[in-house]
């Protein structure tokens, strides 16, 4: 049985449509979160983009922010990649998780894995997010689980 869950939870917004998020992602034993800050309609257009996944067995849908590992520090010091994919010929959908707070050696915090999920399930998180509004909204769930 695997279970994973996502759950975006503002922290901060600005007069614009920037917003801090915490984002906690979970595949059974694992767990990260990151803090960073990213702009309302980034989400919006990765939910769009959710809502009719996979249209193919090659199609990607990612969001990213930052860069990993860059010696050139980005504006986003963090690190963050969803990637959501088709890891079988079946089109069964998993979500590459990647958090990196770019920081020194001695404070470096990296991880990597994988949710799996169903694609209805994966559209059922693009919904969500779509419907949700970053600016004034608190928290939004999503949580999954396959055999």
């Known amino acids: 049985m695997n279970k994973g869950s996502l759950k975006f939870k503002i922290i901060r917004t600005e007069d614009t449509d920037e917003v801090k998020v915490l984002l906690t992602a979970s595949s059974n034993d694992w767990q ?8 309302a309609n980034s989400i919006k257009d990765f939910a ?4 009719t996944f996979p249209g193919n067995l090659n199609e990607e849908v990612v969001f990213e922010i930052g860069e990993e590992l860059s010696e050139k ?3 986003h010091q963090c690190y963050l990649l969803l990637r959501v994919h088709c890891f079988d010929a079946v089109g069964h959908p998993a979500i590459e998780v990647v958090m990196n707070n770019n920081s020194t050696e001695n404070d470096t915090k990296v991880v990597r894995f994988n949710i799996y999920s169903e694609p209805q399930q ?17 928290e939004i769930v999503w949580e999954t689980e396959t055999s």
């Open 48 to 51: 769009h983009k959710l809502k």
């Open 122 to 138: 994966i559209n059922d998180l693009g919904r969500m997010l779509s419907g949700w509004n970053p600016v004034t909204g608190s």
């Open 73 to 75: 520090r980005p504006i």
């Open 32 to 39: 990260g979160f990151l803090e960073f800050w990213c702009y």
